[in-house]
């Protein structure tokens, strides 16, 4: 008899939980707006690409100036586009390691009406310059509130389903999903009204606590928790370590907080503030190897399957460029290097390296893996799936390497007193115009997608779908 702890069954104690229908539809209305988002925004991110290469473009429309735009790319992609995605693969996981429905698909689908109308919010203020001015906290007062409802609204659902869960032990990418949650709260209610009550340099260290912390306590533990998920689940494979994956995230949980101050290396912050925010990067390759080499080790003699899967292809391409970014991240926080790249096309890169590499790369993998099962459908096309795969990639590579060598030259030239900034800028035109046709690229990449999607959600049955 399998160990029971109240009404618990015990992993690994060969025990058996009932199957259960899952309704998803929460994860349907999720999934299905953020790759709508993704469509939309992707666009924008073209018309900005392209206003570093032609400047006047569309000048002439208030909306549709840099200043405008801008902020609606950067939010469109994080809450229009990729915390939604994660959210729809979460209310799709959760449920399934704990062997139990979802607390409340009600309450999942007023979430997702929520969140649809904040990112609809956003799409009207933003482009009339309705900004708070700080960094990935451009939206209005009234729109933040109502992020924070809905994410009490998706917390307590998620926490209510893990604590209704069946198995005693809990895997790990439970504990990231619950990290997130509490994490998230934390740096958003920071970022977004903390912020507020602070001025000059404290003012700036709160936000780019609060920047540095989106990355790496919102989106890097929710998109660790889907690649443990998904990575075993492609390829069949049980996870290398469990232990090391508890390493990782401990080890996230108390580093990546100290982190964010590194952005302001060489400004007007304390020294012991700008040592301790590098101590901590570079100590911040300690849950990045742990993940990254239990990834490596769990498809140890499984790389064949790259080849023929699409969801792994996503996931370790993503997993590799996480861990370049997280090398990338330790490294640039050193004050010699810092004092070349800083404020250079280089942390763009990095930061799209991060967001669209490895985070977005991750959230497509779940999304084609799950698609199938949540419509039950056959997967459109797989040979849309690999282009979109190809384009994704050859394009991210093209912009993020493009965007490195850019970056630490336009450093190199702002560090020499003699040339004149104008001079800067036109040296770099070369690099946006590179950085334009790779956006086209990631753009295909993203149509891809998209229409992959869409043609699947929209397509026949099951036992009577078609694959091109």
């Known amino acids: 008899m399998p160990e029971q702890t109240s009404g618990r069954v015990a992993l690994g104690a060969g025990g058996t939980v009932p199957a259960i229908e899952h309704c998803d539809t929460t994860a349907k209305w999720f999934m299905i707006s953020s790759v709508s988002y993704f469509f939309i925004v992707g666009i924008i991110a073209l018309t900005i690409a392209a206003k570093f290469c032609w400047p006047s473009l569309l000048g002439s429309v208030q909306y549709l100036t840099y200043g405008r735009l801008r902020p609606l790319h950067v939010n469109g992609m994080l809450f229009g586009w990729l915390l939604p995605a994660d959210m729809a693969l979460t209310f799709f996981i959760v449920p399934r390691l704990c062997a139990v429905k979802l607390?409340?698909?009600?309450?999942?689908?007023?979430?997702?009406?929520?969140?649809?109308?904040i990112v609809?919010?956003?799409?009207?203020?933003?482009?009339?310059?309705m900004n708070q001015g700080l960094e990935y906290a451009e939206l209005p007062m009234g729109l933040d509130i109502l992020v924070v409802i809905a994410w009490l609204m998706f917390s307590y659902n998620i926490f209510a389903t893990i604590f209704a869960r069946k198995y005693e032990a809990m895997y790990v990418s439970l504990w990231y999903i619950m990290g997130t949650l509490v994490w998230t709260a934390f740096v958003y209610l920071t970022g977004n009204f903390a912020v507020l009550f602070a001025t000059g340099t404290n003012q700036a260290n709160l936000n780019w606590m609060y920047v540095h912390n989106a990355v790496g306590l919102i989106f890097t533990p929710v998109g660790l928790a889907i690649a443990y998920y998904y990575i075993p689940k492609s390829s069949n494979t049980p996870i290398y370590s469990h232990r090391l994956s508890m390493i990782g995230f401990w080890a996230l949980a108390f580093v990546y907080v100290w982190t964010g101050a590194h952005h302001m290396?060489?400004?007007?912050?304390?020294?012991?503030?700008?040592?301790?925010?590098?101590a901590f990067s570079v100590m911040l390759l300690i849950p990045v190897w742990a993940a990254v080499y239990n990834f490596f080790a769990t498809m140890k003699g499984q790389w064949h399957q790259l080849r023929e899967s699409v969801p792994l292809k996503f996931l370790m391409s993503g997993v590799v460029f996480y861990l370049l970014t997280c090398f990338q991240g330790p490294m640039h926080s050193l004050r010699s290097v810092n004092a070349i790249v800083s404020k250079t096309d280089w942390i763009p890169g990095h930061a799209h390296m991060a967001l669209l590499g490895a985070f977005s790369f991750f959230a497509i993998a779940g999304i084609y893996f799950t698609l199938p099962r949540l419509f039950q459908r056959k997967?459109?096309?797989?040979?849309?799936a690999n282009w979109s795969y190809w384009f994704l990639m050859i394009g991210g590579l093209g912009f993020f390497v493009t965007l490195w060598l850019g970056g630490f030259w336009q450093g190199w030239q702002w560090n020499n007193p003699a040339i004149p900034f104008i001079d800067t800028v036109k040296a770099l035109q070369p690099i946006w115009l590179v950085r334009f046709f790779s956006?086209?690229?990631?753009?295909?990449?993203?149509?891809?997608?998209?229409?992959?999607?869409m043609a699947t959600i929209l397509g026949q049955a099951r036992d009577e779908a078609q694959t091109v």
């Open 103 to 117: 607390y409340s698909e009600k309450l999942g689908v007023a979430t997702a009406v929520l969140w649809n109308i």
């Open 379 to 384: 997967l459109f096309s797989e040979v849309l």
């Open 439 to 453: 956006g086209v690229l990631m753009f295909a990449g993203i149509v891809s997608f998209v229409y992959n999607v």
């Open 265 to 278: 290396i060489h400004g007007p912050i304390s020294q012991w503030l700008q040592t301790i925010s590098i």
């Open 120 to 129: 609809l919010g956003a799409v009207v203020t933003l482009p009339l310059g």
